[in-house]
């Protein structure tokens, strides 16, 4: 079991960039394959990327890709999101997400392990 801390949310002006961070504790860490998530108000939580726990192997969302990067420090036990050209419609809560092992998967369902999130938001 692996329990999960997001930090590094804030306010930013669009353009501008963040970067969050999850921290995990627990076991074999570096055996979980890893995501991020958001949630904006009013909308259903969304995949934004993901990182193998064996490769490294990084996926992104549409509405991302080009503009997020993931990464993980399996000696700190962390997952990295860092965020550049931010938009208003990145405005989100930021969920980190685990999943032991098993094939790479992007759906929140496929995550049994989910920190409490860290708010993003992005001014025009």
């Known amino acids: 079991q692996v329990q999960l801390v997001e930090s590094g949310g804030g306010l930013v002006q669009a353009g501008g960039s963040l970067r969050l961070s999850c921290a995990a504790s627990?076991?074999?860490?570096?055996?979980?394959?890893m995501a991020w998530f958001r949630q904006a108000p009013g909308k259903e939580r969304e995949f934004v990327a993901r990182?193998?726990?064996?490769?490294?192997?990084?996926y992104y969302g549409d509405s991302v890709e080009g503009r997020f990067t993931i990464s993980r420090d399996n000696a700190k036990n962390t997952v990295y999101l860092q965020m550049d050209s931010l938009k208003p419609e990145d405005t989100a809560v930021y969920y980190c997400?685990?999943?032991?092992?098993?094939?790479?998967?992007?759906?929140?369902?496929?995550?049994?392990?989910w920190g409490q999130g860290t708010q993003v938001s992005v001014s025009s």
């Open positions: 990182i193998s726990w064996n490769d490294g192997r990084t």
């Open positions: 997400a685990a999943r032991y092992m098993g094939l790479l998967k992007t759906t929140e369902a496929d995550y049994p392990y």
């Open positions: 627990g076991r074999a860490f570096s055996r979980y394959h």
